[in-house]
């Protein structure tokens, strides 16, 4: 049994303070009652606390879907840019998350964030097969053979190789593009190897997530069977 107080604290929530005034406000509930009160006693283990509706737990794997507006970098800080970290509420910015991957500046849709540095590498790496599927609009228009050819692994511009990745033209400029690697402007530069410059880019899924009908800009907790789904 631990303090209701003690427990959002140890969530990350804020300092004292912040948390006693989360409390005030009536978005905290336990077990679906708003509980305006932080000296009462939960059972941790068993308590359903939430914040906006979404459950907090303490110290454990947090991961976030952010549906990334172009124009944010990815990147804890910059001297110059914006970045996707700004985007986080002030509640989730404290729970010392970091970008899965990169989307580039002008990219848009699904970046995931976590404060679990073995899911992160898990996620990230070349090894676990990952699939990410984009959105691209892109000149000319994609052929069997460019469909072929992404099956085989492409040899990029500078002469560096990709894994095996499917392509599926939607029609003329349009293509949905699946790969399990994360090298630097990767499509864009698949894409432009085969004679189809990027005009638009956007991450619709990463594993078995999807970006659904989350608005562009906005962020959605994960829940803690979508965390074990992402093998945790
Ligand atoms: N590939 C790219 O070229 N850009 C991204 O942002 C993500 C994948």
């Known amino acids: 049994m631990d303090r209701l107080d003690k427990f959002l604290c140890d969530c990350g929530l804020g300092t004292r303070s912040q948390v006693k005034a989360l409390l005030k406000s009536g978005r905290i509930t336990v077990d679906g009652i708003a509980v305006k009160d ?50 986080l509420p002030t509640q989730l910015r404290k ?12 990219t848009e849709g699904l970046l995931l964030f976590t404060n679990d540095g073995e899911l992160l590498h898990r996620l990230i790496s ?12 892109h000149e000319g228009t994609a052929s069997q053979e460019d469909v072929l050819a992404f099956s085989e692994g492409l040899t990029l511009r500078d002469g560096s190789r990709c ?46 997530l999807k970006l659904g009908d989350l608005p562009r800009g906005a962020v959605r907790v994960l829940t803690e069977e979508e ?5 945790k």
């Open 126 to 137: 070349p090894k676990k097969q990952v699939p990410k599927v984009y959105y691209a609009r």
């Open 227 to 231: 965390i074990r789904l992402l093998g």
């Open 163 to 208: 894994l095996p990745a499917k392509l599926k033209p939607l029609g003329a400029g349009e293509s949905l593009i699946s790969v399990c690697e994360g090298k630097y402007h990767q499509v864009r530069r698949m894409m432009a190897s085969r004679g189809m410059p990027v005009t638009y880019l956007e991450r619709r899924e990463e594993a078995f």
């Open 95 to 106: 729970l010392d998350l970091k970008p899965v991957g990169r989307l580039d500046k002008q």
């Open 38 to 87: 932080g000296n009462i006693k939960i059972n941790t283990q068993a308590a359903c606390v939430c914040l906006d509706g979404e459950r907090v737990s303490a110290a454990g794997t947090v991961v976030v879907i952010l549906n990334k507006p172009a124009g944010y970098v990815t990147a804890t800080e910059d001297a110059t840019e914006p970045t996707v970290m700004q985007l």
